[in-house]
């Protein structure tokens, strides 16, 4: 709950969403420009209380390659993908693989991490240039499989 209600806040406050090209942030931000602070929290309790479906794979990725570059992730989210909420980073835990791609993808390319205020996202914004497609692809395989968290 606490990072959906700090990604919401983000949109709100134009920390998200007001990149240019960002059409799907710019949706986002517009929804949470509707909420209040209230509405907000409640909203983030809502959502984390719902059981998600079981993550399914939809991209192809090698598996022992992203365990080899999560090394450079566990520092922020755990060595088991657990999160940190003390510097804001998100447990990685049951998340689909291509929305994984899609952020990593987001950060890369500057719709995300952009805000001087965003200090997390600028974290990320750092990291992501590193990773080739095929890295992002392998990095979410390794997340998606059971083993590792």
Request: charged share 20%.
């Amino acid at each position: 709950a606490w990072y959906i209600e700090a990604q919401l806040k983000s949109f709100r406050s134009g920390m998200r969403g007001t990149a240019e090209g960002d059409t799907a942030g710019a949706q986002m931000r517009a929804m949470a420009l509707t909420l209040t602070d209230e509405q907000i929290t409640e909203l983030a309790s809502f959502i984390s209380g719902l059981d998600a479906p079981k993550a399914k794979p939809t991209l192809k990725g090698k598996v022992k390659a992203g365990e080899t570059k999560y090394l450079m992730c566990m520092g922020c989210h755990g060595v088991n993908g657990e999160g940190n909420k003390a510097i804001l980073s998100p447990s990685l835990v049951g998340q689909q693989d291509w929305y994984i791609v899609a952020s990593l993808k987001k950060f890369k390319e500057g719709h995300r991490g952009y805000d001087p205020k965003d200090v997390a996202g600028a974290q990320m914004k750092a990291v992501a240039p590193q990773l080739s497609e095929e890295d992002m692809n392998n990095l979410a395989a390794y997340i998606m499989t059971p083993v590792p968290f």
